[in-house]
């Protein structure tokens, strides 16, 4: 899985590594679990966890807006079985440009 973060810089390791874990997971079945897993095993809340996502932004880098480019941006691990199963994709920004001209890929 090739996703590329975009942290803040004002995150620090300890944050850092919450994300990368968060997002090490893909399978949505038992979110829930991971998520306190993820809290229990840095020790840490699931406040503190949801501000350090918060600061992350996470994009796909194989992905792309066809087009201007711009790499798929995931809200959560869901979304990455989902971007893959598209064909083509155009981001919001091109879409709102376009006029209705562009549509999302099946
Ligand atoms: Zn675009």
Known sequence: MSLNFVFDS?????????CYEYWSYASP?????HLELLCYDHNT?????????????????????EYCGRPYQLDVPA?????????????????????????LGK
């Open 10 to 18: 004002a995150l620090d390791d300890t944050a850092k590594r919450l």
């Open 45 to 65: 809340e699931i406040n503190a966890l949801f501000t350090a996502l918060a600061e992350c932004q996470v994009y796909l880098d194989d992905v792309h807006c």
């Open 79 to 103: 979304d990455v079985p989902y971007a893959r199963r598209l064909n083509s994709w155009f981001c919001e920004g091109c879409i709102s440009f376009s006029g209705g001209q562009l549509v």
């Open 29 to 33: 079945s038992d979110y829930i679990a």
